[in-house]
């Protein structure tokens, strides 16, 4: 496709049960990131995957979050035991990943409700 | 610490006159800056970036301002259009990281 999709567009899960998110970047874009958006707040990052490099992790709020990508293609978001916290937007992104490529081209998002 | 600050959380302007969308920073790590517009439902839409090497770049009726001594940027829209409606967020990049660190956004409404 010509964008970033990312599916579920909306997940309601009850607390304590794991969920797992996708994203499907840009084609030919070597950079994905994942960011979250609780509401009323701007996007926090969360991960970053380039290419074959060990991904920078440092955005993830817990142990229960972890985030995998196969090659340079889709990647997968998951949270273990939800808690109400976890409740928010969670949006994927993804750039050319060479020198000067820097600008983030984001999918639509999914929304996640944890009651 | 919120690292990436738009102080207005709204901005109401009538059409055809200048928008400008205010942002600034407090890491001087950050290189790069970007600004995004987003719909309700909607990911955020790229509209313009700049780098820390210039201070200021065009496109279209979008213009970005970046005053590194004050680490400030604005966003200039001119004319405004009633489609520019929307959320405005300014980003900043260390590009050594890629990572963006968001400000909070500024709503931005253009009455006809």
């Known amino acids: 496709g010509a964008g970033v999709s990312q599916s579920p567009s909306n997940k309601v899960t009850e607390k304590g049960k794991d969920v797992e998110l996708r994203c499907d970047p840009i084609?030919?874009?070597?950079?994905l990131y994942w960011y979250r958006q609780r509401l009323g707040q701007g996007l926090e990052f969360l991960i970053y995957?380039?290419?074959?490099?060990?991904?920078?992790k440092s955005g993830l709020p817990s142990d229960r979050f972890s985030a995998e990508r196969t090659g340079e293609s889709v990647s997968t978001l998951t949270i273990q035991r939800t808690q109400q916290e976890d409740s928010a937007v969670y949006l994927c992104?993804?750039?050319?990943?060479?020198?000067?490529?820097?600008?983030?081209?984001f999918g639509p998002g999914t929304r996640l409700t944890v009651t | 610490d919120q690292q990436v600050k738009q102080n207005s959380p709204s901005l109401s302007v009538q059409e055809g006159r200048i928008s400008i969308l205010n942002c600034d920073y407090t890491?001087?790590?950050?290189?790069?800056f970007l600004w995004y517009k987003k719909y309700p439902a909607e990911g955020p839409t790229f509209l313009i970036s700049?780098?820390?090497?210039?201070d200021k770049n065009e496109d279209g009726r979008f213009t970005v301002f970046l005053n590194k001594s004050a680490k400030h940027l604005s966003l200039h829209i001119v004319p405004s259009q009633p489609g520019d409606s929307a959320v405005y967020f300014c980003?900043?990049?260390?590009?050594?990281?890629?990572?963006?660190?968001f400000g909070s956004g500024t709503r931005l409404q253009v009455q006809p």
């Open positions: 980003a900043a990049m260390d590009t050594g990281r890629r990572a963006l660190t």
């Open positions: 890491n001087s790590m950050f290189d790069y």
């Open positions: 995957f380039q290419g074959n490099s060990a991904p920078d």
């Open positions: 700049i780098s820390s090497i210039k």
């Open positions: 992104a993804s750039s050319s990943g060479v020198a000067g490529g820097y600008e983030q081209y």
């Open positions: 084609s030919g874009h070597t950079a």
